[in-house]
């Protein structure tokens, strides 16, 4: 007998709508489940226990008086702590954000809301959605739950290990360079990075600005559709949003694709690309075959500089964004060598007395207390970053650097643009290997960077992208196949994932 919480939220959608299932029944089962199974995988660092059912009868009970619910109504879903959520706390996994409580929701978080969702958490994230392991949160390292032992990839880790612990049959993760799909692939979920500009980030607490996007997680394609639908579209809050329509993606995602031509990357089979996961992938490849596609090797020729590209701009982005938090307007503020206000006192009483060595002296203390406040409020990996990103940007190294890295992201464009013309989608691994075991790669932040080696450009081009399940290693590891479109061919991209998982049963297996 299926248990309940292996449907697809695409089935249990449908039961509720049916009756068949009550929004409280519903959400006292994942709330049950989480309870079983977080303490092990740790991936929610806050559930919002009091509200989870009253969200659910208040659901319920619109729909027994007959009134209009929204697109999703009754379904849970996990938000990775990085969205701004109104009097939820909302810490982006960091010290420095460990109090925050936002005055208002962020875009994608409304639209939860106006669809009648039930938000069930804040799933755990690399702080700052900087890593690709989930083990650089403050808080707790989230687990893989097909081992324990394992990384559940980063830094969506918390949103990907709660669906495939069957904690929520959707999620809400980020994506800058690969942390949808990286997690997803190796949690064996669905994770769809969608193209730039067509989910707002307003509310969402800034990376790396020209690259994060907001994304699902679920179980299937199908499901990734339908919560799309719901994030999706202009908001003139974000004026990185695209004002183009939505398409009905739960409509059309189960039309399969006729005469599909898949480009296969040279680049992305040679060194450093794990054998079961070269032939798991070239197995899937068959399988679209067996579907009537045609596959032709194409070639991104600048794809080898995509790593040290990403990481060039993602850091001086994220200096930038990050130099907000300095321990005067919000955020962590340490308690040596002087509290701000004090410092502001005693400034005004030296300026008042014309004494030019003391108040010499107080600006000092001040910058003591930004950088003892940044010093304990970020992370070892913030920090690493910051530091690159800043040196990047600085006097003498800009052009160098920073500007050198936004030209060879304009020519990893233009590969892409070249291979589209003579296919529909780009195939490949999501990730070089299975998930490593946790703490393996802590030592070594060039060999953790060197895991977005296949999702980092989809960033830098804009593109959308899709990981989908589609195999074991020997150990039972997941593993991942990639799928990448055009600019805001969204749903070409989620039909053919689609018609994979129609073909294959590798997305309904759970640990």
Same mark, same amino acid.
């Given at each position: 007998?299926?248990?309940?919480?292996?449907?697809?939220?695409?089935?249990?959608?449908?039961?509720?709508?049916?009756?068949?299932?009550?929004?409280?029944?519903?959400?006292?089962?994942?709330? *049950?489940?989480?309870?079983?199974?977080?303490?092990?995988?740790?991936?929610?660092?806050?559930?919002?226990?009091?509200?989870?059912?009253?969200?659910?009868?208040?659901?319920?009970?619109?729909?027994?008086?007959?009134?209009?619910?929204?697109?999703?109504?009754?379904?849970?879903?996990?938000?990775?702590?990085?969205?701004?959520?109104?009097?939820?706390?909302?810490?982006?996994?960091?010290?420095?954000?460990?109090?925050?409580?936002?005055?208002?929701?962020?875009?994608?978080?409304?639209?939860?809301?106006?669809?009648?969702?039930?938000?069930?958490?804040?799933?755990?994230?690399?702080?700052?959605?900087?890593?690709?392991?989930?083990?650089?949160?403050?808080?707790?390292?989230?687990?893989?739950?097909?081992?324990?032992?394992?990384?559940?990839?980063?830094?969506?880790?918390?949103?990907?290990?709660?669906?495939?612990?069957?904690?929520?049959?959707?999620?809400?993760?980020?994506?800058?360079?690969?942390?949808?799909?990286?997690?997803?692939?190796?949690?064996?979920?669905?994770?769809?990075?969608?193209?730039?500009?067509?989910?707002?980030?307003?509310?969402?607490?800034?990376?790396?600005?020209?690259?994060?996007?907001?994304?699902?997680?679920?179980?299937?394609?199908?499901?990734?559709?339908?919560?799309?639908?719901?994030?999706?579209?202009?908001?003139?809050? *974000?004026?990185?949003?695209?004002?183009?329509?939505?398409?009905?993606?739960?409509?059309?995602?189960?039309?399969?694709?006729?005469?599909?031509?898949?480009?296969?990357?040279?680049?992305?089979?040679?060194?450093?690309?794990?054998?079961?996961?070269?032939?798991?992938?070239?197995?899937?490849?068959?399988?679209?075959?067996?579907?009537?596609?045609?596959?032709?090797?194409?070639?991104?020729?600048?794809?080898?500089?995509?790593?040290?590209?990403?990481?060039?701009?993602?850091?001086?982005?994220?200096?930038?964004?990050?130099?907000?938090?300095?321990?005067?307007?919000?955020?962590?503020?340490?308690?040596?060598?002087?509290?701000?206000?004090?410092?502001?006192?005693?400034?005004?009483?030296?300026?008042?007395?014309?004494?030019?060595?003391?108040?010499?002296?107080?600006?000092?203390?001040?910058?003591?207390?930004?950088?003892?406040?940044?010093?304990?409020?970020?992370?070892?990996?913030?920090?690493?970053?910051?530091?690159?990103?800043?040196?990047?940007?600085?006097?003498?190294?800009?052009?160098?650097?920073?500007?050198?890295?936004?030209?060879?992201?304009?020519?990893?464009?233009?590969?892409?643009?070249?291979?589209?013309?003579?296919? *529909?989608?780009?195939?490949?691994?999501?990730?070089?290997?299975?998930?490593?075991?946790?703490?393996?790669?802590?030592?070594?932040?060039?060999?953790?960077?060197?895991?977005?080696?296949?999702?980092?450009?989809?960033?830098?081009?804009?593109?959308?992208?899709?990981?989908?399940?589609?195999?074991?290693?020997?150990?039972?590891?997941?593993?991942?196949?990639?799928?990448?479109?055009?600019?805001?061919?969204?749903?070409?991209?989620?039909?053919?994932?689609?018609?994979?998982?129609?073909?294959?049963?590798?997305?309904?297996?759970?640990?």
């Amino acid at each position: 007998m299926i248990s309940l919480l292996d449907h697809t939220a695409t089935i249990l959608l449908r039961q509720l709508q049916a009756g068949a299932l009550s929004a409280v029944e519903l959400a006292q089962a994942y709330m *049950d489940q989480i309870d079983r199974c977080d303490g092990t995988v740790k991936a929610f660092l806050h559930i919002h226990a009091d509200s989870v059912l009253e969200q659910a009868e208040r659901i319920d009970r619109k729909r027994a008086a007959g009134q209009p619910v929204g697109r999703l109504a009754g379904l849970p879903v996990a938000v990775k702590d990085l969205l701004c959520q109104e009097g939820q706390l909302t810490t982006c996994a960091s010290h420095m954000l460990g109090n925050f409580h936002p005055p208002y929701d962020a875009t994608a978080i409304r639209k939860l809301k106006e669809a009648d969702a039930v938000l069930l958490g804040r799933t755990n994230l690399d702080e700052f959605a900087m890593g690709g392991s989930t083990e650089n949160s403050a808080f707790q390292k989230t687990t893989n739950p097909w081992d324990p032992q394992r990384i559940p990839g980063g830094s969506s880790g918390g949103s990907a290990a709660c669906v495939a612990a069957r904690m929520a049959p959707l999620a809400v993760g980020t994506d800058t360079g690969g942390s949808i799909r990286c997690p997803a692939a190796l949690c064996g979920v669905t994770g769809l990075k969608p193209s730039y500009g067509r989910v707002s980030r307003f509310g969402l607490v800034a990376f790396a600005s020209s690259l994060d996007q907001i994304g699902p997680i679920a179980q299937t394609a199908e499901d990734c559709a339908l919560l799309l639908e719901v994030l999706a579209g202009h908001d003139p809050n *974000d004026s990185t949003s695209v004002n183009r329509p939505v398409p009905a993606y739960s409509l059309a995602v189960r039309r399969p694709l006729v005469g599909l031509r898949l480009g296969l990357v040279r680049e992305h089979f040679g060194e450093g690309l794990d054998g079961e996961v070269e032939q798991a992938v070239r197995e899937a490849i068959r399988v679209y075959e067996s579907l009537g596609a045609t596959v032709a090797e194409v070639s991104l020729p600048h794809s080898r500089y995509a790593v040290a590209t990403y990481y060039i701009i993602a850091s001086c982005e994220a200096s930038a964004n990050l130099a907000r938090y300095d321990g005067a307007h919000y955020g962590y503020r340490t308690k040596e060598p002087a509290m701000l206000d004090e410092l502001k006192h005693q400034r005004k009483q030296l300026h008042e007395a014309g004494d030019s060595a003391g108040l010499e002296a107080l600006d000092s203390a001040l910058i003591r207390m930004y950088r003892c406040s940044r010093s304990e409020g970020f992370g070892l990996e913030v920090k690493r970053r910051v530091m690159l990103g800043t040196y990047a940007l600085s006097a003498g190294y800009y052009d160098a650097y920073y500007l050198k890295a936004l030209k060879v992201r304009r020519l990893i464009h233009r590969d892409f643009q070249e291979a589209f013309k003579g296919v *529909d989608l780009i195939v490949g691994p999501v990730t070089p290997t299975p998930a490593y075991k946790l703490g393996e790669k802590a030592d070594d932040p060039l060999a953790m960077y060197l895991f977005d080696l296949y999702t980092a450009s989809t960033n830098l081009a804009g593109l959308p992208g899709i990981a989908v399940p589609c195999g074991f290693s020997t150990g039972r590891l997941p593993i991942g196949l990639h799928l990448q479109a055009p600019p805001f061919e969204d749903e070409r991209l989620l039909r053919a994932a689609t018609m994979f998982q129609q073909a294959t049963d590798w997305h309904t297996a759970a640990p």
